[in-house]
């Protein structure tokens, strides 16, 4: 197919873009997925630390189009790698995937309302730009250290450490206290020597049982037996008691934290609780870990923690404020990423668009680029279930463009107080110029029933 055939360019071959491939596919319209990298999955492509998976229900968090059953909950990276493998064969989204072209900047021209996506393989024009490029850079963020020049065992960031790699006979240091160290930590202890947990101050934690119970298995014992309504009952039913759990939460952080001093207490002691569980913030206002396993290492002591800040390293060691000295082998970075929701420059015309706290209408539209989607999911809950219908809605905008021969939609760039949904370090380190949501509550439960409705009088059409 030409580029000249192309109705829509989708950026990224991860969640967002298979999406979009299957639902374009199913319209009819002619598109291509651009992908850096050589293989399909985003992050879930890139992520391969030990310990690395989903820890959303996965049922509710695989497209609702192909559902993942199992009789686990939460799925490693490998397992979501090799479903995506599967989705992009089934539904004939492959064929449409170029791997290995980055996009280097897109530019819409008025005059012929099309864009013209540079990347490192050549130009590629299409209508309509639909951007999946996810919200993580790739780069991972380190923060400075005093000292660490001397330090003579290895030290590497979660980003950078492969799945398979063994830490057999070595003393490991990690370092983090989000989901990424409290994902990792149970994997790598299993090969460690000794693995002490270093977190600066202390996040919520909540372990589940990976098993799934009676509702999830009936559900998927009747979808494989041809019924799926139940199954789509479930999804929904899953993300509206996310939804009451992160509102709840955050209205009474009160009742919230007796919740997860009784989850812990009678693991770790009062003790460990209050030094080691007890963070500065109220809950939800940072995402909540999702632990398996991470109770019976620490008490079987293969996992130790402490919360203090790194003063410094020595040539094998890592000093604490108040001079505890940890000495390791490795020392590992769960520190995160940094926040990139624009992995190119975008022009209009001659005009290059400054992106810093632009306004995102709805998590779909961008203030001032006309025929451009940028479908963004929920913070708190699976990508995934806000995701999805914000493409089926971008995809409504298209065929009702074409019925009524307009060439172009956009919404007008407007100031918007920021108001992230929670606020982790990886946002509050981006708050001055992160984009600004508008029109959306950021409950998936309630922006899904809006996201299913088209109002034209809502949009700049011409």
Partial sequence: MSDAAYDVIVIGAGMTGIAAGHYLGESGIPYTILEANE?????????????????????????????????????????????LEDVVGEFSILGHIRFGTRVLKAVFDPQVTRWTVHTTRGLFTARYLLNGNGYFSDEPYVPEFAGVETFR???????????????????????????????????????????????????????????????????????????????????????????????????????????????????????????????????????????????????????????????????????LKGGERIDCDVCILATGLNLRFFSFDIHVGDRKIDLERINFHKGLLVGGIPNYFHPMGSWHSAWTQRCEPLTRAAIRIMRYMKAQGLGTVSVPRREVPCRPGITPNYVKRALATMPRLEGTTDLPTLDNMDANRFDATRLHLA
Avoid: M
């Fill in 153 to 319: 065992g290895e030290l590497i960031h979660t980003s950078r450490v492969e799945g398979g790699c063994s830490f057999a006979g070595k003393k490991v240091v990690l370092v983090g206290s989000g989901s990424t160290a409290i994902c990792a930590a149970p994997a790598i202890a299993e090969s460690a020597q000794s693995l002490v947990l270093v977190q600066r101050s202390p996040s919520y934690i909540y372990e589940v049982d990976n098993r799934v119970g009676w509702l999830i298995r009936i559900s998927q014992t009747l979808y494989r037996a041809g019924w799926k309504q139940p199954v789509k009952w479930l999804r929904a039913y899953l993300q509206a008691r996310d939804d009451f759990i992160f509102v709840g939460f955050r209205r009474f952080p009160r009742l919230a934290r007796w919740i997860f001093r009784r989850h812990w207490i009678g693991a770790v002691g009062k003790r460990a609780f209050e030094d080691h569980f007890t963070p500065r913030y109220n809950p939800w206002e940072q995402r909540i870990a999702v632990a398996l396993g991470l109770k019976d290492k620490l008490r079987t002591g293969a996992i130790a923690i402490r919360t203090a800040a790194i003063e410094r390293f020595t040539e094998s060691a890592l000093v």
């Fill in 39 to 83: 293989g399909v999955g985003g992050v879930w492509h890139t992520h391969r630390w030990p310990g690395a998976r989903c820890d959303s229900d996965f049922i509710k968090y695989s497209f609702s189009f192909k559902p993942f059953l199992s009789d686990q909950c939460l799925q490693s990276s490998a397992t979501i790698r090799r479903y």
